[in-house]
């Protein structure tokens, strides 16, 4: 090695850093001996040289190489001692990535010699193996991450506008007919005039979407023809999955972001902080594991040969070390300014929160960490408030500034429209907010993030048409995925030849849309549900890259569509169903009405007692107009109209006498669910007559006193 071109470099900023003339490397490793760097030829089979790094500081190793380049292949071999007892797994005839990574070229190919034991061994993990990986693995490349962002500005949605749109980037654009066969499931796939069009129409303001950072597919999907297609099996926390992009990651990524932006629609990643891809202690070495096993992982204690696996996926990232920690923030912080994202979904969210002593929601390092950092402090954060440790679930627990994905909300109004008895309280709550999980600390009903349906689980069609789980093609024997859907088939399991069952179900699938859209606190949507889209029952569809888990663009329901549409407008155009504020039942200023009142089918204001019938199955309420919210970016007040809302999840008619004309002088109806041609007004009834709600059916109904509303625009015209 010229003595001229290597030379000592920087321990900061750790990963691979191009500065114009050569590159600086670092890697963090507290308990290793030694750091070599590989570099690799242009497709990335040869190792053409390995370089010793030369420093070590403040536990960083490091070394810089004046006559390197963007687009070099590189890895790192650690040496250090091979002691699962101790907690240490260092192999150096491992091939390992960089954990700092911006982008990865190949594919990781299944071997025996990517585990750092003798597969089969008498002795499992406890012996090193000597094997060599490197021809089998991706390989990290050097970044250049300029890029003209031009005008880009981000459309800073505020949280009670946000209508989150749940999406897989393979899965939305792999059958799209606008995009370009060679897009289709690529970040450029995303970006293309069609799918953004759609977006725009539907009036969703924000996506999420699931894992996009460097995954692996694991063995055994890979044996049996499938793969890991959701993405939550993480190996690189800076770089994209080269799945995604068809020029380069950083480019295609960012053009994405461009476009969605121009389109004033948010992008929000899908992250998984919790665990990596190298499992539990018989799982392979690729990075982590062979750079510092016992700082990155939680180790068991008295016994680190073992993971704590608070993630159910064999290993818990150790975010009570200081540089797992910085690794996470500075992942984070690449993500929101490089890459310009707007928010962060957090996988198994809990996990990340737990200190020495369990889950921690007030003192926890990482919550700690996000919510002072200049940067993440200010975009869009969202919990996934569980994991697998046992005092894991803490729903409502997460600190002000974060939503949590709502679980609660979409168990009960699953089992409401099912049918099921005595559940209009906590119905009642989870309608309004879930102040009772919600309202502390200042925080808003925006901290409930509401969903029917997620990537995980039944979509809204197979909610509605299958009674249990049909997971077989994901080769486990069905005994995959959760057996606790709360899904009612209206009566046959499975695709029906019965006209009247199809009415039911789109009737049903139409009151669980509604529902969610007029509920206070942020409605997520899971993408094709608006199309009536069906994995054919699968409720667990991780595996399935085909068309299980692809969006049909060509058989779309669009009276259903038509409908999510008014809903969302509804939702845009009257700020009473997205209050920035808890409703608490008390009067508005300079009116007569409450913010909301609770209704019986007498239109009489429900008492306690109405509330503790076990065979309660239905729940009207009217949302009081006025003064609704504060326009968050301009700090105003909005005017909203008045609005009665009835629910009746019973099997027969339900009349309701209309409230007195105190709340309107008239009521007109704005869609009954019950319809066949939804969201077209029909008629106006005066306060005091009784409204037949059919079976199984939703109305809304807004008081009107001869100004214009949302009604009249539709039958002008001016609608969606």
Known sequence: MNARRLLPGSPNPLGA?????????????????????????????????????????????????????????????????????????????????????????????????HFGFRVGGPRQDLVADRRDNARFMPKCRVLDTAFTWGDDRRPAVPWSRTIVYEAHVRGLTMAHPGVPPAYRGSFLGL??????????SLGVTSIELLPIQAMVDERHLVEKGLRNFWGYNTIGFFAADPRYYVTSAHRDFKSMVQRLHEAGIEVILDVVYNHTAEGNHLGPTLSFRGIDNASYYVLRA???????????????????HPRV???????????????????????????????????????????????????????????????????GYRLGRFPPGWSEWNGRYRDTVRRFWSGEGGMIGDLASRLTGSADLF???????????????????????????????????????????TDSNYS??????????????????????????????????????????ELGRTQNGNNNAYCQDNAIGWVDWN?????????????????????????????????????????????????????????????????GFVLGGGVAGIDEPKGLEEAGDTFLVLMNAYHESVPYILPPA????????????????????????????????????????????????FVRDIQEGNGP
């Not at 737990?354 to 003192?363: H, M, Q």
């Not at 925006?446 to 093609?473: I, M, P, W």
Request: charged share 25%.
């Open 17 to 113: 850093t191009w500065d114009g003339n050569g590159v600086n490397f670092a890697l963090f490793s507290a308990n290793a001996q030694r750091v070599e760097l590989c570099l690799f030829d242009s497709r990335g089979q040869r190792e053409i040289e390995r370089v010793v790094l030369p420093e070590y500081t403040d536990q960083i190793w490091h070394g810089y190489l004046q006559d390197v380049r963007p687009g070099q292949l590189y890895g790192y071999r650690v040496w250090g001692p091979y002691d699962p007892n101790a907690g240490h797994r260092f192999n150096p005839h491992k091939l390992l990535l960089d954990p700092y990574a911006k982008a990865l070229s190949g594919e990781l190919t299944w071997t025996d010699a």
């Open 191 to 200: 970006a293309q005039p069609g799918v953004i069009g759609h977006l725009k």
């Open 302 to 320: 008295g016994n680190p040969r073992w993971y704590e696996n608070y993630s159910g996926c064999g290993n818990t990232l150790n975010l009570t």
């Open 325 to 391: 920690l910085q690794m996470v923030m500075d992942s984070l912080r690449y993500w929101a300014e490089e890459m310009r994202v707007d928010g962060f979904r957090f996988d198994l969210a809990s996990a990340l929160a737990r200190g020495r002593n369990g889950f921690d929601s007030g003192g926890s390092s990482f919550l700690d960490a996000v919510r002072q950092d200049p940067v993440l402090s200010r975009v869009k954060l969202i919990s996934e408030p569980w994991d697998l440790g046992g005092d």
């Open 439 to 481: 309202s502390w600390g200042g925080r808003r009903p925006t901290a409930s993030l509401n969903f029917v349906t997620c990537h995980d689980g039944f979509t809204l069609r197979d909610l509605v048409t299958y009674q249990r789980k049909r997971n077989e093609a994901n080769g486990e024997g069905n005994a995959d995925g």
């Open 488 to 529: 009612w088939n209206c009566g046959h399991d499975g695709e029906s030849p019965y006209p009247e069952i199809t009415a039911l179900r789109q009737r049903q699938a139409r009151n669980l849309f509604a529902t969610l859209l007029l509920s206070q606190g942020v409605p997520m949507i899971l993408a094709g549900d």
């Open 555 to 619: 058989n779309v329901d669009e009276e259903m569509l038509a409908f999510v549409r008014i809903l969302i407008k509804l939702r845009r155009d009257n700020p009473v169903f997205r209050r920035a504020r808890f409703l608490e039942g008390k009067r508005l200023p300079n009116l007569v009405l409450k913010d909301i009142i609770w209704v019986t089918p007498e239109g009489r204001e429900m008492t306690q007692a109405d509330w503790t019938l076990p065979y309660a199955r239905s729940l």
């Open 662 to 709: 105190t709340l309107g002088q008239a009521w007109e109806v704005v869609f009954d669910t019950a319809e066949t041609q939804t969201g077209l007004p029909s008629g106006t009834w005066a306060a005091g007559i009784t409204y037949a709600l059919r079976p199984r059916s939703l109305a809304v109904l807004r008081g009107v006193s001869g100004g214009r509303g």
